[in-house]
């Protein structure tokens, strides 16, 4: 008997191990030049993926105010080849696609190798928080709640899904949340809720949820595809 328990709890947790999804599990599937133009604030960040193994991940990382871009380039991969017109900032951050540690940071403004807090990329720190799968049941809704005798029929909300241009109706999303961890930054213990195309035209996460314990505010993808320079 005593043997059976043992065997059970021994399978239980192998399952637990197996059945952990983090970032990483999309990001192996990626190719480089996937890229996503983030909306924060009043900050646009263009992230492309340099290049990805087994081991590492390279995220391009290229910010400019939303002021200096207006309107939005027609073409991301034009203005990247222009070198970027109004960014401020332009790096290309090396990750272990493992730990989420930054192995390298290099900067194509001051064309030298830089150190970065690990706080100041946001994918370093997503790459290995274990994301938990959102039920259909839990997942946000359109309209007000329904009364407590009453069916929830209210349709799923969705991102909108912007790719190289045109949105992209009927997508089907794969939701998860996580929290961030308590790491004396801002976002200590923000609990986040993620959306990844199910159809993996890309990679990297098309829509982030932050709710803090004071206010929500979330990362708008105002585009996404794939860069061929």
Known sequence: MLQRLIFCITLLLQCSLFSEITMKHYLEK???GDYVALKIHKTLTFIRIHSVDKEAISLEE???PLKNLKPYPKSWNQ??????PGHTSWSIVKIDINSGKILSCYSADKRSWVQINPQESLFATLLHLPLNKVKDTHIRKIGPPPSFDEPDTRPIWKPSFIFEGKELENSVFDVFETVWPD????????HLTLYFDHAMHIALPIWIQFDTSHAAFHVQIIDSGKLKL
């Open 62 to 64: 290229i910010s400019a």
């Open 79 to 84: 203005w990247v080849l222009d070198k970027a």
């Open 183 to 190: 790491d004396g930054s801002d976002l200590k213990n923000t």
């Open 30 to 32: 990626a190719k480089p």
